[in-house]
């Protein structure tokens, strides 16, 4: 069983940083793709960024504008997404999400999924 938890989110100001992070646990000596994705209040999910296993690959929504980050240390299979500047429409629930074959912006795509941290951002 794979498990995936996330850790970090809270309350920033406007223009204020958060870290999230990520681990995922499974059976030994599976590295995972892993990725963000985010949920507002009456909107849908959607993918925030991603790293490939080789933690060469990344890949960003275009609304980061170079704000966030994903870092991982996939030997690790852990995650992290430094998130600077924040603003209000960033408020949101963050999940991570995990894979052992696909690396991409499709989060149906993703098998493993964490319950999610809630970042909140105030004026």
């Known amino acids: 069983q794979v498990q995936v938890i996330e850790s970090g989110g809270g309350l920033a100001q406007v223009g204020g940083s958060l870290r999230l992070s990520c681990a995922a646990s499974?059976?030994?000596?599976?590295?995972?793709?892993m990725g963000w994705f985010r949920q507002a209040p009456g909107k849908e999910r959607e993918f925030v960024a991603a790293?490939?296993?080789?933690?060469?690959?990344?890949n960003y929504k275009d609304f980061v504008n170079d704000r966030f980050a994903i870092s991982g240390d996939n030997g690790r299979n852990t995650i992290y997404l430094q998130m600077n500047d924040l603003q209000l429409e960033d408020t949101a629930k963050y999940y991570c999400?995990?894979?052992?074959?696909?690396?991409?912006?499709?989060?149906?795509?993703?098998?493993?999924w964490g319950q999610g941290t809630q970042v909140t951002v105030s004026a």
């Open positions: 999400a995990a894979d052992e074959n696909y690396a991409g912006t499709m989060g149906q795509r993703y098998t493993h």
């Open positions: 499974g059976p030994a000596n599976t590295v995972y793709n």
């Open positions: 790293v490939g296993q080789s933690n060469v690959w990344t």
